[in-house]
């Protein structure tokens, strides 16, 4: 049994401001009245968009302890149900009498609860992050909880054969709609009981926050390095926008110049190596029919111009 989730009550990197914009307030407010009526949430959106921090901000506000499970092939029923691990020995060693010596001994296999049991069990909120890595068979476990309220205990040979869901218990679902290798299709099934909000990038400003709040660099450095991420973006096809550079880039960006105490210049060369590092190889995914160096040129060019 491999455990791929963990409990715990995050302190976010993320200071609050990153969450003032005016729509991901509003998506936030949304968010927490599903949840308390009832229904589950789920954030769809491109790599980076900020589906995991706005899922666990939400998480957050539900006041309950959180549960994050990270979707993946290799996640199973028993992972997320529980199972027996090993025995239990226990022996007694009565010599009482002295001339009475007796053992008794008692063996029972022991059980480990896994992470759904839990929550469903305490009523945590569950963040199941990019949960269509997991085989539908396991997500099924979900289909269970939202229809019927129970958690079904298949192939455990505990007594009982389902646990009652809590009724604090929520989950809070993210996925990438662009990925193709390594996941399933969704359920319909499952699709038709949650609310799916797609994400969309945050507005530049947004962004310049949250590079100035997690890497300390000054916030002229910051607007600089964001907008050059962000004109670089526009040389991908329309189409593929969204799915190319992300404020991942920005902020790998803004902390490796902060770090090395690097000047966030056109001109300096060790600034325009980073901006090439960071943002040629995800770029040339999304400019098909660009020459790599016809792409870096135009790369440099921006560079330059900060
Ligand atoms: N609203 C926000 N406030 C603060 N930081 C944010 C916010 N949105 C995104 N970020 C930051 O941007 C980066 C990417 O965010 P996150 O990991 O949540 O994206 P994601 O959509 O879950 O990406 P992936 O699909 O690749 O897992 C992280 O460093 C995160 O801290």
């Known amino acids: 049994m491999t455990s791929l989730t963990e409990v715990s009550q995050p302190s976010l990197r993320s200071s609050k401001e990153a969450f003032n914009e005016p729509d991901l307030k509003k998506i936030v407010k949304r968010s927490l009245r599903y949840l308390s009526s009832g229904y589950p949430v789920h954030f769809t959106g491109p790599s980076g968009v900020g589906k995991t921090t706005l899922a666990l901000q939400v998480a957050k506000k539900q006041k309950r302890p959180i549960i994050l499970i990270s ?32 053992i008794e001994e008692d063996i029972s296999e022991e059980w480990t609860n896994g992470r759904l049991y839990e929550a469903v069990k305490n009523g945590y909120t569950v963040v199941y992050d990019e949960f269509t890595r997991s085989k539908p068979e396991v997500n099924n476990l979900f289909l269970s909880i939202l229809e019927e ?9 505990r007594t009982e054969s389902f646990l009652d869901v809590h009724p604090d218990f929520s989950v809070i679902f993210t996925s990438n709609p662009n990925e193709y290798t390594g996941v399933y299709k969704l359920q319909d099934a499952l ?13 530049e400003d947004t962004e310049i926050t949250i590079v100035v ?43 490796v110049v902060q770090r090395y105490n690097l000047k966030v210049d056109g001109d300096n060369e060790e600034f325009q190596d980073i901006c090439l590092d960071v943002t040629v190889f995800p770029l040339q995914r999304c400019v098909q029919t660009e020459e790599l160096e016809e792409l870096e040129n135009k790369i440099l060019e921006k560079c330059k111009s900060i």
């Open 71 to 102: 979707g993946n092939t290799e996640l199973s029923n028993e992972d997320l149900i529980g199972a027996y691990t090993g025995y239990k020995r226990k022996k007694l060693n009565d010599n009482f009498v002295r001339t009475v010596h007796k």
């Open 191 to 203: 699709l038709d009981r949650i609310v799916t909000i797609p994400l969309h990038p945050l507005n």
């Open 149 to 157: 309220n129970i958690l079904p205990l298949y192939g455990t040979k």
């Open 213 to 255: 709040n997690q890497t300390n660099i000054e916030e002229k450095k910051a607007k600089s390095i964001v907008q050059f991420v962000n004109e670089v973006r526009s040389l991908c096809d329309k189409s593929m926008r969204e799915h190319s550079l992300s404020l991942r880039a920005s902020l790998m960006i803004a902390q």
